[in-house]
């Protein structure tokens, strides 16, 4: 085999993607992986997950210190935040990270390749550096996972100054008095929730009568009320009809999706956070026969293979929830598939968290989808308010909701609204994966007091036999 063939091409280094091609080499199989941007790790590492988390985490630090520590007996006197350090040690989180991928590359044997990767034929990939040269590489199985970019919205032209995506709210040089957010998903109300704490006035523009679409609606309609009494603003079943940017600010047009006045509205930053859509331009897999959906992902069987033999895709690029966790699941899948073995992706065990405070997070079916699905189910909930430790922390705000069939008690949901909600719905997550029931959670020891043991409650409560409420 030559220095420009291999057994595995991997096109993307996201988390699907450098995960992909860690795993097949770990397999024994010759692997590269192409990537067109100058540091390794996709979205999620420099312009995403990582990033974003290291804002909201510095900033709910500062929060804490400015509106919690009192309570606590600690006293704290000419509290302020450097926003450039802030922004420093999210930028020093980040380039370890990225580093860190070029380290496991090398660890395990992959050879990463810097240029555009495009698909010329289903054993060969044509990468173009950024001095224009390109060079060929064969290979007898070919992953394509180049993930998502930022969806547009007609009539809001980003700039990335006064308007922005996610990415430009990630790297504001000051903080804005005024943010309006156009989109109440994941992404929008991270980022609100980053500049609300550190004293701009937020509002949120979004289409739907409600937000956090697709989580369960009791939820969803808990989780505004806690952030509106952080000072949030919501305009919900409003859409966003243009936009003007000036040196000053952004005039953004609005009106009511069910009719009425148009209005417009003022302020300093307008985020643009209406979703992603795949990134799979540039790759030329039309050319191949390769159709696209509407939102330009791959098109694959319940194995990531295309309708071309050696093609594969994963992650962001096929259908799914557009989420580092799905794709870093796939990653392993596919490579695992490729060199012979039957692995399995449960999707119904795929959890979903808002990194916001209190924290959101789901895994499974929502009562809404089980009403719709004619599925006869039990609910169980426990409020945060009745544990222990979250009196100790005065981190009362928030339940768990567990959702049981009826009949054979496995549990089909598990939502939670609360602090750490995104580190407790692991437990919730392995449970489905496994098959367990309510009255296997139940059952379960929980060291006292943790938060833990609002799931435990809230497991009892499906059989109405909590203890502590």
């Known amino acids: 085999m030559s220095n420009d063939s291999f057994d595995v091409v991997v096109i993307g280094a996201g988390p699907g993607g450098y995960v992909a091609a860690i795993r097949a080499a770990q397999l024994g199989l010759k692997t590269a992986c192409v990537e067109k941007d100058k540091s390794l790790g996709g979205t999620c590492l420099n312009v995403g997950c990582i990033p974003s988390k290291a804002l909201l985490h510095t900033s709910e630090e500062f929060a804490h210190a400015r509106d919690g520590f009192a309570k606590h007996g600690i006293k704290v006197s000419g509290l302020s935040f450097d926003l450039a350090a802030m922004m420093a040690h999210k930028a020093g989180v980040v380039d370890t990270l990225t580093k860190g991928i070029a380290q496991l590359f090398k660890k395990n044997n992959v050879t990463p390749i810097a240029g555009m990767g495009s698909v010329a034929k289903p054993d060969q990939v044509i990468v173009t550096g950024a001095d224009g040269s390109s060079k060929v590489l064969t290979a007898r199985h070919i992953v394509i996972a180049t993930g998502s970019e930022v969806a547009a919205l007609p009539g809001v032209t980003v700039d990335e100054k006064r308007i ?10 000051e903080v804005p008095k005024k943010l309006i957010v156009i989109g109440g998903g994941y992404i929008g109300l991270e980022m609100g929730s980053v500049w609300r704490r550190l004293g701009a006035e937020v509002e949120v523009v979004e289409f739907l009568d409600r937000i956090v679409p697709g989580m369960d609606a009791e939820i969803a309609k808990l989780f505004q009320r806690a952030l509106m009494k952080q000072g949030f603003k919501f305009r919900l079943g409003t859409k966003v009809t243009g936009a003007s940017a000036t040196n000053d600010g952004v005039k953004l047009m609005v009106e009511p999706v069910k009719g009425g006045a148009a209005e417009t509205l003022s302020a300093d930053v307008v985020l643009v956070a209406v979703g992603r859509r795949a990134y799979t331009k540039g790759l030329g897999l039309e050319a191949l026969g ?24 994963i992650g962001d690029a096929v259908r799914g929830p557009m989420l580092a966790h799905k794709a870093e699941d796939e990653g392993v899948a596919v490579a695992e598939i490729i060199a012979g073995q039957k692995p399995h992706v449960n999707y119904d065990a795929i959890p979903g968290v808002v990194y916001t405070a209190p924290e959101v997070a789901s895994v499974g079916k929502t009562e809404e989808q089980l009403k719709e699905g004619g599925i006869d189910y039990r609910a169980g909930a426990f409020p945060y308010l009745a544990n222990g430790r979250a009196r100790a922390m005065s981190a009362t705000d928030g339940f768990v909701k567990i959702l049981a069939d009826a009949k054979t008690d496995r549990i089909l949901g598990v939502h939670i609204l609360g602090a750490e909600a995104g580190t407790m719905i692991a437990e919730a997550v392995l449970a489905i994966e496994l098959g367990a029931s309510a009255e296997d959670l139940a059952r379960t020891s929980h060291a006292h007091p943790t938060l833990s043991e609002v799931i435990k409650e809230a497991a009892l409560a499906v059989d109405k036999r909590a203890i502590h409420i």
Do not use: N, Q
Request: hydrophobic content about 40%; charged content about 25%; overall charge negative.
């Open 290 to 313: 390769l159709a696209l959906d509407k939102s330009g992902r791959v098109e694959v069987d319940e194995h990531f293979k295309t309708k071309l033999e050696g093609i594969y895709a």
């Open 164 to 173: 922005v995506s996610s990415t430009g709210a990630l790297a504001l040089s």
